[in-house]
């Protein structure tokens, strides 16, 4: 924008220095041209298409394709007031587990969790119905606001943006 250079979630740059003559770059599907060279580069090997995962619910149990899994039982009464909490890699919840996030910082995933009504719904994969595990005795909701993870009735918030 200007002669400010700037990559989505990252940092930018002023290039307003850097005396060029005026090109522009584009991109078309997994082509990266650019003006004046008839030379374009197929990025299409730089595709890992790893990242298409795939959220289930089994009984009590919920599971991430390629992940790991975890048993809700422990959270089904839902009469307590709950905090969770994020200490260096590991977030965790009063009297019960934390979980060490450390494996899950390789960045490459760039996927939302979407929460509308009862349904789970994570990018790129599949939505998981979440309404029996809802017993509406204590009226408190997880919600997710940009990278802020809060409890309702709960002043503690997480902030996951470094995961």
């Known amino acids: 924008s200007g002669t400010e250079l700037a990559i989505s979630g990252g940092n930018s740059l002023d290039i307003s220095s850097i005396n ?17 060279d008839a030379t374009a ?31 809700l039982s422990p959270y089904l009464d839902n009469t307590d ?16 587990n934390t979980i060490d996030l450390s494996s899950y910082l ?4 760039h996927q939302n969790l979407t929460l509308s009504g009862n349904d789970l719904t ?6 998981v119905d979440l309404s029996s595990f809802k017993d509406n005795t204590d009226n408190q909701d997880l919600s997710l606001t940009g990278n ?16």
Not at 20 to 36: E, K, P, R, V
Not at 48 to 58: A, C, P
Not at 81 to 96: A, P, V
Not at 148 to 163: I, R
């Open 148 to 163: 802020t993870l809060s409890l309702t009735g709960d002043a503690t918030a997480v902030d996951l943006s470094p995961y």
């Open 41 to 71: 580069v197929d990025l299409s090997s730089y595709l890992d298409n790893t990242d298409n995962q795939n959220l289930s619910l089994s009984g009590n149990i919920l599971d991430i394709s390629g992940g790991n899994n975890v048993n």
């Open 106 to 109: 390789d960045n490459t995933d």
């Open 81 to 96: 007031s709950q905090h969770l909490s994020l200490t260096g890699n590991s977030l965790g919840i009063d009297n019960g």
């Open 122 to 127: 994570i990018s790129g994969g599949n939505t």
């Open 20 to 36: 060029t003559d005026a090109q522009d770059m584009s991109l078309s599907g997994n082509t990266l041209s650019l003006t004046g």
